[in-house]
């Protein structure tokens, strides 16, 4: 590969063999990414949470499901790039989709343990915690790692190799935590307005509809033994960039809105039949109870042969990346072993004694806030 970031050779890539999407190709730099420990953690977090207690199958963690992104973000730059007017590819476009790809491999590296239980987790304990800002210091991290078999960091390797130097590595992270960027003024991208649409890719702000969304959708239902009926395939081939107001925009045909229907009825279903289910509610809030509980009694150990009393809390752990390399879904085991508060919820999720419940009421819009006012 030369400095332009074009790789036109496909020999170096390597073949990952996907439960959901098959046989996949993943260009040499994203291999280097994910053999690196931070990437390599994702295996031992589970992409539903507290869902494996409830369904055996949902055993799938964050790992595969950020290839799966990867993988998906590519086709879509792909397939959007072949519908554009300007039909000759340059070597910009593969820098466009090295980074989309490499945003979608590294958006989910800054999750706690079980997911989206973990910030939960952060906010009872009242410390202000976003799993996509962690993602993107985890990221930072990352790049200054060396390669396998060389002497430059990964960063480097983007620079001299493909031609991503830090405005570009700015704009992954922009790709990753989207708040406050405003496409058409605020983007770290050299061709702003004409590529705002690289930014509905991973993580739709405008609509909700992205290729996060339809790997997790499909890789549930797969894990889950549910039946899905959206097609992302047709999306990625139907989708076409059009201008709006200035912006250009991810539209899709008219004749495919049932397939978009599709989509949010796959969502309701999930949630309805799985990430609401009342025992896997039951069991993450008693996950969240005893990481709570060992806040108390429990350290991480900053490095190995120190004190178990110079170690630090869960929830400032999880704020500093080097100690957020360490926590997984692995960290119930550890508590238990060494917290005597958390010890005892932890068994009852074993025997599975967990949490019952007793009443539920629906609240309508504003029925809340008018109680509290009467108080």
Known sequence: ASGSGQNTTTENYKIFNDSVHGHIKMHPLLVEIIDTPEFQRLRNIKQLGGGYFVFPGASHNRFEHSIGVAHLAGELVRSLRGSLKEKSVNSDDFKDELCVQIAGLCHDLGHGPFSHVFEVFMKEANVPWKHEEESVKMLEKLLERKTKNGNKTIKEIMNEDYGLGDGYIQFIKELINTEGVSHSNDSQHPNKKIKSYLYEIVANKRTGIDVDKMDYFSRDCH??????????????????VLTNQNKMEICMRDKEALNMYELFHVRYLLHHNAYQHKVKVAVEMMIVDALLAAEEDFKLKIAEGDNPEKGIKISEAAQKPEMLLKLTDEILQQIKLKSEKAKGIVEKIEKRDFYRCVGSKIFQPNELEDSVKQK
């Open 223 to 240: 894990h889950l033994g549910m039946k899905s009926n959206f097609s992302h395939e047709r999306y990625v081939m139907f989708a076409r």
